[in-house]
């Protein structure tokens, strides 16, 4: 163990301190299987009492761990495939950048040409509706077990590998929030793999498995849940896409890799994040085509939003003097760095953040009005996206002092303009 790793001990803790690092892995994992079953249940009603809890004969398929960590090893395969270009990160605090391979989109291209040629050959895709929950239960397991494995080996990473917000003391609440910043093996970075592939595209088979149960059980998808799979794919394939813009992101620059990341990334996402889905199966619903244009266009602006602001602010943090940046209105900070106040940034600070909320919202939308399960994704993630912003607010007004105030005026409305 590496001596001088504990003198950067931080104490500001978040998300409820120690307390919520004890009571979240506990509650979210339970909630994930309750939105499952929920989602099964003739009512689907999330406040039904008692709760529509599944036998623990259902808990468990020895199918589901198989699937589980097979889909992991295929995804690893691809994550080490000598395809795509590598980039470097931003500049750690020891002054290194580590190197990340970008060919993520050519691990969900390969992903689907084996889907497909499955299908071809007759892979019952649709009995993933049935291994929902089995599925769900081996994907927490396993991010306890790579949470544990995380925390364990991070007493042997030196000082300056560590996140500053993850390495308190506390081990209940470093578990959670990860004590080491880029644990790798051999060069195998362990969070970058995490962020974006096997939950992410996990994710879109099991949205196509419930697409196959439909037609399995109609005789053809509806077209509620062709839209739900079609923005959910584009979601999906826009982020693998452009895969290097997460080297900018809070979660690989700032955050630690422990619980809240690798279950968020193994577990919650593609089992929750997916829930439209497997409500048309058991609740199908109609959708007239003025409707679902409507629907399509709300999605499309969302989409258009995200996007552009994104792409500029990624662009803007990896080359001020690009062409498409470097006429943009910034203000100087005491850092060396300056902050945006024009383009999609002068809009409202955090204009990637709305342009979500109305994805998320047209994701609900085709499940129609009579439920509130449909809209879990939107409540819960707009949720997360103001905490998130609380979270940059922080951050932001520390690292850049008086900037940041001058910023704040400039652009007053931090989501939605003259509302929030």
């Known amino acids: ?9 931080t104490t500001q803790k978040e998300f409820g301190g120690a307390l919520g690092a004890t009571c979240i892995p506990v509650f979210l994992p339970l909630t994930v299987l ?4 929920v989602c099964r249940s003739p009512t689907a009603s999330v406040l039904q009492w008692p709760p529509p809890l599944p036998h623990a004969t259902f808990l468990w398929d020895p199918v589901a761990p ?16 000598p395809i795509g270009k590598v980039s470097e990160g931003l500049v750690l605090r020891d002054g290194s950048r580590l190197k990340y391979p970008i060919n993520g989109f050519y691990a969900l291209c390969c992903s ?6 499955g299908l071809w050959l007759s892979m019952p895709l649709a009995y993933l509706f049935e291994l929902m929950i089995p599925l769900a239960v081996s994907a927490i397991a396993l991010s306890y077990l790579l949470s544990l494995y995380l925390y364990i080996r991070s007493f042997w990473a030196p000082a300056h590998a560590l996140a500053l917000g993850g390495n308190t003391g506390n081990p209940l609440y470093d578990f959670f929030m990860g004590r080491e910043l880029n644990p790798r093996i051999a060069g195998f970075d362990l969070k970058y793999f995490c962020e974006l592939r096997p939950g992410l595209i996990g994710w879109m088979v099991l949205n196509l498995g419930m697409l196959m149960k ?25 982020s693998l896409w452009n895969e290097e813009a997460v080297l900018t992101t809070m979660d690989i620059v700032h955050d630690g890799f422990g619980f809240m990341l690798a279950f968020g990334d193994v577990a919650w996402v593609p089992f929750t994040y997916g829930l439209q889905a497997m409500f048309l199966v058991a609740h199908p619903q109609s959708l007239s085509p003025l409707g679902a244009a409507g629907i399509v266009l709300l999605n499309g602006i969302g989409y258009y ?14 080359d001020p003097s690009h062409r498409h940046v470097a006429n943009l209105e910034t203000i100087a900070t005491a850092t060396g760095k300056r902050l945006l106040v024009s383009g999609w940034w002068g809009f409202v600070r955090h204009p990637n953040y709305l342009g979500d909320i109305l994805m998320a919202l047209a994701w609900s939308l085709p499940c129609g009005f009579s439920h509130i ?6 409540i819960y993630f707009t949720i997360l996206l103001v905490h998130r912003e609380d979270r940059d607010e922080r951050q932001c007004r520390a690292k850049y002092g008086l900037a940041w105030d001058t910023y704040c005026k400039r652009v007053p409305y931090r989501i939605i303009p003259y509302v929030y």
């Open 1 to 9: 163990m590496k001596s001088g790793k504990q003198k950067q001990l």
């Open 34 to 37: 309750y939105l499952l079953s």
């Open 66 to 81: 198989v699937i589980i960590l097979g889909w992991v090893a295929l995804q690893s395969f691809f994550y080490l495939l």
């Open 112 to 117: 689907a040409v084996l889907i497909g040629l």
């Open 214 to 238: 439909e037609v399995e059980l109609r005789g053809s998808p509806s077209l509620a849940m062709l839209l739900v799979n079609g923005f959910q794919l584009l979601y999906v394939t826009d």
């Open 305 to 318: 939003i995200f996007r552009k602001s994104n792409s500029q602010k990624n662009q803007f943090r990896r």
């Open 373 to 378: 399960l449909p809209y879990f994704y939107i």
